[in-house]
């Protein structure tokens, strides 16, 4: 590999992170707000026990919050035994890891408005396909 | 005669990013502490404990990126995962996007620039959307949620990052 090329090319991706610190700094500050604020059972007591409505709530909630992915599979596997539908669970659980809403201004900030929309919506309504076609097939398998 | 100020002049200054957003979360806290002090500090110190878990992950992207840029003509990547680069773009996409770890926030970084090099928005979004499947945590999901459900998840999320590309290609050629 070229050498100076190499460093030319390091110093600029050192001064883009450095650029974009301060959003950085803001989403993870952010996020440590949403999970301390947001309790799980805050989350738990949103659902109703009704399939399609849950399914928004939690795709909805799981978009809201924020944190490391286990944590999703906790509250979502306590929603289950308490009875919740695999639906709002599966909508839950997915949109805990797809859509951001505490990495929406850092997103709209390097794509632009038009890709950020574009791709939450998409990503939005996909959580829906996904969990009605994973739980349909789930069921069809047992 | 043009001197060198001029030059500098004529460039454009680049902005950081978030000068206002910091501020305002920064405020956002101070009240948020005369509310409750302790969930606050709580909240201060989780974040805290987030960079800290990110700082290695955040060295290997800038790294990364410098290698990728360093050995990447624009042209090639133009060939990998430009609008010529047909079935090898998406695997790249899916699998760049199962493989890369940390939050989808570190990436954003790298993908802005390689969206500067005329790489298509479709297989950015396959890419974000594909990040879903967690590979350090299936173990912990199917524990949770069983193999079957594991597995279906998986497949539909492949399925559902392609087709969101897909629509996205056809947003961005019915556009031009």
Redesign the interface.
């Known amino acids: 590999m070229d050498y100076p090329a190499f460093m030319q090319a390091f110093y600029k991706s050192v001064k883009g992170f450095a650029l974009n610190l301060p959003m950085l700094i803001s989403v993870i500050l952010l996020s440590g707000l949403f999970e301390v604020f947001i309790t799980p059972e805050m989350l738990a007591s949103l659902f109703s026990g009704q399939a399609f409505y849950d399914s928004l709530i939690g795709t909805v909630s799981g978009g809201v919050s924020a944190g490391q992915p286990f944590i999703s599979y906790l509250i979502g596997g306590e929603l289950l035994k308490s009875g919740m539908s695999y639906y709002a669970v599966t909508a839950f659980v997915l949109s805990w890891v797809t859509l951001g809403v505490v990495q929406l201004p850092y997103e709209y900030s390097l794509f632009g408005g038009r890709f950020t929309l574009t791709r939450n919506l998409l990503a939005f309504i996909f959580v829906l396909l996904i969990s009605l076609a994973t739980v349909q097939t789930l069921q069809l398998l047992s | 005669m043009k001197t060198q100020t001029d030059n500098t002049q004529s460039k454009p200054k680049?902005?950081?990013?978030?000068?206002y957003?910091?501020p305002?979360?920064?405020l956002?806290?101070a009240l948020?502490y005369v509310y409750s002090s302790d969930?606050?500090i709580?909240?201060?110190?989780?974040?805290l404990s987030?960079?800290l878990h990110?700082l290695p992950v955040?060295l290997v992207v800038?790294?990364l990126?410098?290698?990728?840029?360093?050995?990447m003509s624009a042209k090639k990547i133009a060939r990998l995962l430009g609008k010529q680069s047909g079935i090898k773009g998406w695997v790249i996409a899916v699998f760049g996007g199962i493989l890369s770890h940390g939050?989808?926030?570190i990436w954003?970084?790298m993908?802005?620039?390689l969206?500067e090099q005329n790489v298509r928005?479709s297989l950015?979004?396959t890419f974000?959307?594909a990040?879903?499947i967690?590979l350090p945590?299936l173990p912990?999901?199917v524990s949770?949620?069983g193999y079957?459900?594991t597995v279906?998840?998986m497949f539909?999320?492949i399925i559902?990052a392609l087709?969101?590309g897909l629509?996205?290609e056809k947003?961005v050629k019915h556009k031009h």
């Open positions: 680049q902005k950081i990013n978030g000068r957003l910091l305002a979360v920064l956002g806290y948020l969930k606050t709580e909240a201060l110190l989780s974040s987030t960079m990110l955040f800038i790294v990126l410098g290698i990728f840029t360093a050995l939050s989808s926030y954003y970084q993908l802005a620039n969206r928005d950015l979004v974000l959307y990040r879903a967690k945590w912990l999901m949770y949620f079957t459900f279906l998840l539909y999320i559902g087709v969101q629509i996205v947003i």
